[in-house]
């Protein structure tokens, strides 16, 4: 699948929101890249929307929804996060038409497991990039970053996580772990193949500081 990801804003004088907490910039920027990552490591072809600059907001806004529209991109998301007096908190995402709400259901339903409050799926008829994209789009408002509450819930890749998932199905497989070198693991392996002390399937050992089965055994 194709994917549009339009960080939020980022292109000043298209600017987003500011508290004690955070810059509306930063986190949308910090969000939207990795998803971007782990999409494209999911074997999604995910296309950054945002622009690198812009003469003013409408034209921000224009060229996020002709970069979506001219790449032909099966779901543009928009990644936001919300402001208000301090005492809103949640997670919104706005959506327009039916196919839109179907995208918008899980990637709702994975963010407010982390403990967000849900503020539902709503209408986005009045949003610029929703009505403009040829394509299902949605918007999702991640959290209040002027909410002390949602602030210390919210965590980077635990919000990336639950977007991928909620867009994906799935997140990619972790990368696998390998265990450090040991300067007397790497001694003994030298040690045992000088004495032709072979392994439990009578081969040399490998020679790489690693105490695994081969050499255990």
Same mark, same amino acid.
């Given at each position: 699948?194709?994917?549009?990801i339009?960080k ?6 298209? *600017?987003?929101?500011?508290? #004690?907490f955070?810059r509306?910039?930063?986190l949308? $920027?910090a969000v939207?890249?990795?998803? %971007?990552d ?9 296309i950054?929307?945002?622009?690198s600059?812009?003469s ?12 979506a529209?001219?790449a032909?991109?099966?779901v ?5 996060f919300n ?8 997670t ?11 995208i918008?259901?899980p ?9 967000? *409050?849900?503020r539902r799926? #709503?209408?986005g ?5 929703? $009505?403009?994209?040829?394509m299902?789009? %949605? ?8 909410s002390?509450?949602d ?8 919000m990336?996580n ?12 972790p990368?696998p772990?390998?265990?450090p070198t040991?300067?007397?693991?790497l001694?003994?392996?030298?040690s045992l193949?000088?004495l032709?002390?072979?392994d439990?399937n ?10 695994g089965?081969?050499?255990?055994s």
């Amino acid at each position: 699948m194709k994917f549009g990801i339009d960080k939020g804003h980022n292109a000043p004088p298209d *600017t987003g929101a500011v508290s #004690k907490f955070g810059r509306e910039d930063d986190l949308t $920027r910090a969000v939207g890249a990795q998803v %971007i990552d782990k999409l494209r490591a999911l074997g999604h072809t995910a296309i950054d929307c945002t622009p690198s600059s812009a003469s003013g907001v409408l034209d921000s806004l224009y060229q996020r929804v002709q970069a979506a529209n001219s790449a032909r991109v099966d779901v543009y998301v928009s990644i936001h996060f919300n402001a208000f007096n301090g005492n809103a908190k949640g997670t919104e995402i706005f959506a327009i038409s039916a196919a839109a709400r179907r995208i918008a259901e899980p990637v709702l339903t994975s963010i407010v497991s982390l403990g967000f *409050t849900n503020r539902r799926v #709503k209408d986005g008829s009045h949003l610029y990039v929703l $009505r403009n994209t040829a394509m299902p789009a %949605i918007l999702v408002e991640c959290c209040f970053l002027d909410s002390a509450e949602d602030m210390q819930r919210y965590d980077t890749a635990t919000m990336v996580n639950a977007i991928v998932k909620g867009l994906a199905g799935k997140l990619p497989d972790p990368p696998p772990t390998v265990k450090p070198t040991d300067d007397n693991v790497l001694k003994l392996q030298k040690s045992l193949n000088r004495l032709q002390i072979r392994d439990a399937n009578n081969q040399v050992l490998k020679e790489d500081g690693i105490s695994g089965p081969a050499t255990e055994s």
